[in-house]
């Protein structure tokens, strides 16, 4: 009788405990962001003065307000989201419904591509966007993304779209793949065009996972912090996201504000726990539609 | 809640098999043959140019000595300017067997205990308790993953902090008469570095193992119940047979990411506290490379220590697809022929 008992709260215990780490790190980040100091989770004075990046720039008022900067990554974010999915339900649709030459080379690329350490590459591209940077129109000066090429909100988008992509072309072929095609053949034998198949009738059935992937896409965008540290020139620059704006509190020579880092850092991330919370249960069908990729 | 069950539920199922496509009404050709490649031409253009050009560049920079200084005069696309010196400078490098060593451990650790370990364990407790549990629990250990890493490594550092501030020192340590409450990231910097990329690291695995382990029939596991399989038997004989797949693909994969993760030791300690005593490969790499440490961005020399990944990489990449039954995977698609 007593052995039934134990093992269950064997169970929780094994799970408790690693997870009381989260919690007592979470608590910590909350109660210094209201405090002027703290000692372990205990405040040594409540203060709203590590808020005040809200209403004034803390550094003066030629750097960008958190709401330039909070509007700068949001653009970010929703711009790959958008080419991400785009991108990868046109690739994947063709991968999963489209005989072609070639087919299975692109095939095996993206799979490879999706396992490889992209990482290892920012050095060159760096150097790409160097180029792309010096291509009018598009290089530079483009209103609100500031452009394609080196130090723009483009610039890094389009870099972790390319990230991004073997992932999402996975994912969507696999929804692809999920889907009879009836209908869709009922519609190329009345004369519709590929596109406008893929536009109309299949894009509208696979809601989920096109939400999912949105979902898992723009997580990854808002919380960027290599991609944009590498191909941003200055993190107060005017192309400057928020995870990089929490690197102005954080300085080798004055003493650290660790207290204000706690509250730009709660102000980034109290938006995606509530998007997370609201979306989870679409963002864990992103499995089963990638299920074939091993998954 | 219902719906999704269902759905995992139904991936159990043989895909029907496709009765379409024996009649060939020899449907467009017309505009058939360009079609693919416009649906493709947008990945093209940007896997050519983020994936080939950089994946060629890193190959010949590692062959020059470009740099910061020498940026613009010299001609690194020019074969004249090619050496194996870099190479030459990574293997007498000193510090490489430290480096090496640093890799192997951070990667079979974390993979180990957290990434698959730990990720089974909360899978396997979360699919086992009361569902609504089971889903705060993994919302939870989430948690990490969708936080700045920038305010999630700080976090790290206040729990790691010196007593009276650390919360670690104060609440456990110190009560329990443990350590001096020194600055445990100075005393103990492996530990630390295991659980900032561990805790983010488990999500991965947990959510594909939770959806995986939800997909098995419910039959299965009431069938051996019924024979009278305690928990534990059912989890090692019943469940864990089952969920082979994703957990192979976790730990390749996984190995993958943790070999050029390096983001959180940056934050985290970068490369210290001791002299290399955290740095890994993929960190060594950035750092040469990137930062203007003692302002010498030594791009040739960076991109060499980026290439021996590259080449672990792509030999990974190609046994994975191997393992994971490639064949069927690309099988032809069963439409375009009407």
Known sequence: MLRSKLKPALAYLVLIVPSSLIILGFLWLLITSFSTRVEGLQSLGWTLNNWRFLWESPFGPQYPSIWTVTLN?????????????????????????????????????????????????????????????????????????????????????????????????????????????????SALIDGASRFKVWWQIIMPNIKPGIAALSIFSFLTAWNAYLIPLTFTAGRAGKSAVLSLYLQNFISESVMTEWNAVAAVGLFQLVPVVLFFLFTQEALLNIYSGGKKGGV | ????????????????????????????????????????????????????????????????????????????????????????????????????????????????????????????????????????????????????????????????????????????????????????????????????????????????FASAIESIPKDYTIASRVDGASTWQTIRYVELPMIKWPLLFVTTYQTLSLLTSFEQIMLLTDGGPGLYQTEVWS????????????????????????????????????????????????????????
């Open chain 2, 1 to 208: 809640m219902k719906r999704r069950t269902k759905k995992i539920g139904e991936r159990g199922k043989p895909p029907l098999p496709v009765l379409l496509g024996t009649r060939n009404i020899g449907f467009s050709r017309m505009r058939g043959q360009l079609a693919p490649y416009a649906f493709l031409s947008p990945t093209l253009i940007l896997v050519t140019l983020f994936f080939f050009i950089p994946l060629v560049m890193v190959f010949i920079l590692s062959f020059t000595k470009l740099d910061m200084t020498n940026f613009g005069i010299l001609e690194w696309w020019k074969p004249v300017n090619w050496s194996l010196d870099n190479y030459v400078k990574i293997f007498t490098n000193r510090f490489l067997s430290r480096i090496l060593g640093n890799t192997i451990m951070y990667v079979a650790v974390t993979l180990a205990l957290f990434n698959v370990g730990m990720a089974l364990v909360i899978a396997l407790i979360t699919t086992h308790i009361k569902r609504r549990t089971g889903f705060a629990f993994r919302t939870l250990w989430f948690l990490p993953r969708i936080t700045p890493v920038v305010v999630y490594t700080m976090m790290w550092r206040a729990l790691a902090g010196p007593a009276p501030m650390g919360v670690i020192n104060k609440y456990f340590l110190v009560p329990l008469g443990i350590g001096g409450g020194e600055y445990l990231l100075h005393t103990h910097p492996w530990v630390f570095v295991f659980l900032v990329n561990g805790f983010i690291g488990a999500s991965f695995g947990m959510i594909l």
């Open chain 1, 73 to 185: 990554t949001l653009v970010m974010s929703l711009i790959m989201t958008l080419i991400v999915v785009v991108v990868s339900s046109l690739t994947g649709y063709a991968l999963s419904r489209m005989k072609f030459p070639g087919r299975k080379g692109f095939l095996s690329l993206t799979l490879i591509l999706h396992a490889f350490p992209s990482v290892t590459l920012l050095i060159p591209i760096y150097f790409v966007l160097l180029w792309i940077a010096k291509i009018p129109l598009i290089g530079r000066d483009v209103p609100l993304l500031g452009g394609f090429g080196y130090n723009t909100i483009g610039g890094v988008a389009l870099v972790m779209v390319a990230f991004q992509l073997p992932f999402g072309i996975w994912i969507m072929k696999g929804f692809f793949d999920n889907i009879s095609w009836d209908m869709e053949r």
């Open chain 2, 283 to 338: 960190l060594t790499a950035y750092h040469r490379a990137l930062t203007s440490y003692f302002g010498n961005t030594q791009w040739g020399y960076g991109a060499a220590w980026a290439v021996v990944l590259v080449i672990i990489g792509i030999v990974m990449a190609v046994i994975y697809l191997r393992v994971f039954k490639f064949r069927e995977l690309v099988e032809e698609p069963k439409i375009d022929q009407l």
